[in-house]
């Protein structure tokens, strides 16, 4: 979670704007949310729309297909723009303060570097789901800052004494990794089991009790139309496998996670919880939830 100024400044006067503006504007545009809070988050809201848990069922950035993976970077490039209100213009990405900057992906660090932004700033970017990590850098892409050998499209990788020259803008910044993504091996395997749907949520929430399950995993548990309609039905049952659905969308659940302390339900967050618990909540509680 390190945001890092330099130690020194640099004679590129335009690497300098570049980089305090990128520094300063998610601040004063985003309510307050600093560097690493804004592209945190737009590298995972990129990564699940290619992922496409709802569609595919997939919930790891391994189980893309060779041409989704390269499709990553751009689909990135498009939401860290339209989260730092900048437009595609200009020679290269974007303006930046007035300077042409590239969105550059990789998910290891080999970014590949076309003949157009040779000489050009690039913004790096890279992500390892599993590691739950991301760095986010700044340099100028000069021609001696890249390895001689170039593939068929004539890009070519920054050397390792290139890499050196990056000025981390993030360095190692926590990136989310979907809950599905952790799960114990013997949870993952008893709740792919099931046929998508009902029973696979219902499957999920039986063994994850107390922690709070974000729509999204819910979404590609289900795979059909209306997912959060299986959560809906098992909410509203009394006896389900003595457990009861919560949901952030109510007070009276977001009260009951909390005086059981499990915590503050997010908005779509939910939570399976034994009724027996439910039941040593005060009468008020308890007669509102219905246990």
């Not at 309510?31 to 809070?37: M, P, Q, R, T, V």
């Not at 992500?127 to 850098?137: A, R």
């Not at 819910?218 to 209306?226: F, N, P």
């Not at 909410?235 to 977001?254: E, P, Q």
Request: charged fraction near 35%; charge should be negative.
């Amino acid at each position: 979670m390190l945001e890092l100024l330099p130690t020194e400044a640099s004679s590129d006067q335009d690497l300098e704007e570049v980089w305090s503006w990128l520094l300063e504007h998610p601040r004063r545009a985003k309510n307050g949310l600093d560097l690493e809070a804004v592209f945190s988050r737009s590298i995972r809201q990129a990564l699940d729309e290619v992922i496409d848990g709802p569609r595919t069922g997939r919930y790891r950035y391994e189980e893309l297909e060779t041409q989704e993976k390269a499709y990553i970077g751009t689909r990135i490039e498009i939401v860290v723009r339209t989260e730092l209100s900048l437009e595609p213009e200009g020679k290269l990405d974007t303006l930046i303060e007035g300077h042409a900057v590239d969105f550059k992906w990789s998910a290891r660090g080999g970014w590949m570097i076309p003949t157009e932004a040779v000489g050009e700033l690039c913004l790096l970017l890279k992500g390892d789901e599993t590691k739950g990590t991301f760095s986010v850098g700044l340099v100028r892409c000069e021609d001696e800052l890249l390895n001689k050998g170039a593939n068929k499209d004539s890009k070519r990788t920054i050397s390792k004494a290139g890499k050196k020259e990056i000025r981390w803008l993030v360095e190692d910044g926590k990136l989310p990794v979907s809950l599905l993504a952790e799960l114990d091996p013997e949870v993952e395997a008893a709740v792919f089991a099931r046929p998508p749907g009902q029973a696979r949520v219902r499957e999920f929430f039986k063994r994850m009790m107390r922690q709070p399950v974000p729509r999204d995993v819910i979404c590609t548990l289900a795979m059909q139309e209306d997912p959060m309609r299986r959560v809906r039905q098992d909410r509203g049952s009394a006896s389900l496998d003595g457990m009861k659905i919560l949901s952030g969308h109510f007070k009276v659940s977001k009260a009951a996670a909390e005086e059981l302390g499990y915590g503050t339900l997010a908005k779509n967050d939910y939570m399976s919880v034994p009724i027996d618990e439910l039941r040593t909540l005060p009468p008020g509680l308890r007669d509102e939830l219905e246990v």
